[in-house]
């Protein structure tokens, strides 16, 4: 179980300071050491990412779980401050075209099997700073550093119905409002164009529009 150290970093990331003071650190390795890698995938300007930082203790101050017992299921208790867990992600430039580090890594390392992680957006959403920072991050630890295990996509919903399939300047200037070092990783899809592929469904079932997202 990881938390992270919250401290009112909602209005003041830029400003925040740690709570944790003089607390031992160690390396977040865990969720690769199974793995056996031999080497993480380079980035921006050559650079590999090392692991995440980490308390290996939460401090008494920390609130008490609401919900579960670190006791009773023998867990540790770890923690992460924001800026451990995300400081490494800050100053990447926002030209980075991430699809290509990714590509790159596919072909250095040849896997028999690649899961995809599929992240949901829309047109007109507003990506804010922590957006950016753990897409990032998850682009950096599942793709990267893994040698590739993993592959990670935008599926991205066009709100104003078949403008998109329009033409290809159509569809540029959707992919436009996502932020640039991501674009490459975006596939356009609209509501207009499921009904395209599966005309035979009922539009509604359950609720909610068949041909649309699911919401729960």
Same mark, same amino acid.
């Given at each position: &179980?990881?938390?992270?150290?919250?401290?009112?970093?909602?209005?003041?990331?830029?400003?925040?300071?740690? @709570?944790?003071?003089?607390?031992?650190?160690?390396?977040?390795?865990?969720?690769?050491?199974?793995?056996?890698?031999?080497?993480?995938?380079?980035?921006?300007?050559?650079?590999?990412?090392?692991?995440?930082?980490? !308390?290996?203790?939460?401090?008494?101050?920390?609130? /008490?779980?609401?919900?579960?017992?670190?006791? @009773?299921?023998?867990?540790?208790?770890?923690?992460?401050? $924001?800026?451990?867990? $995300?400081?490494?992600?800050?100053?990447?430039?926002?030209?980075?075209?991430?699809?290509? !580090?990714?590509?790159?890594?596919?072909?250095?390392?040849?896997?028999?099997?690649?899961?995809?992680?599929?992240?949901?957006?829309?047109?007109?959403?507003?990506?804010?700073?922590?957006?950016?920072?753990?897409?990032?991050?998850?682009?950096?630890?599942?793709?990267?550093?893994?040698?590739?295990?993993?592959?990670?996509?935008?599926?991205?919903?066009?709100?104003?119905?078949?403008?998109?399939?329009?033409?290809?300047?159509?569809?540029?200037?959707?992919?436009?409002?996502?932020?640039?070092? /991501?674009?490459?990783?975006?596939? @356009?899809?609209?509501?207009?164009? &499921?009904?395209?592929? $599966?005309?035979? @469904?009922?539009?509604? /079932?359950?609720?909610?529009?068949?041909?649309?997202?699911?919401?729960?």
């Amino acid at each position: &179980m990881l938390y992270f150290l919250a401290a009112d970093i909602a209005n003041n990331r830029d400003d925040w300071k740690p @709570l944790v003071r003089n607390h031992k650190e160690a390396v977040f390795s865990q969720p690769y050491d199974h793995l056996k890698l031999n080497n993480a995938c380079p980035g921006p300007n050559g650079k590999t990412f090392p692991h995440q930082r980490y !308390y290996i203790e939460t401090p008494s101050t920390h609130p /008490f779980p609401q919900l579960g017992s670190y006791e @009773l299921f023998n867990f540790s208790k770890p923690c992460m401050s $924001y800026h451990q867990r $995300y400081d490494p992600y800050m100053d990447i430039p926002a030209n980075t075209d991430w699809s290509w !580090y990714l590509s790159q890594c596919f072909k250095t390392h040849k896997q028999q099997s690649r899961s995809v992680l599929v992240m949901r957006a829309w047109q007109g959403y507003n990506w804010h700073k922590d957006d950016i920072l753990n897409l990032r991050a998850l682009i950096v630890e599942l793709g990267l550093n893994t040698g590739g295990l993993y592959d990670i996509k935008i599926l991205l919903e066009v709100k104003d119905g078949s403008a998109f399939l329009a033409s290809e300047k159509e569809a540029e200037k959707v992919i436009q409002t996502v932020p640039e070092e /991501f674009r490459g990783l975006v596939h @356009l899809w609209s509501e207009h164009e &499921m009904h395209g592929y $599966y005309p035979g @469904l009922n539009s509604v /079932f359950g609720g909610n529009v068949i041909h649309g997202y699911i919401s729960q």
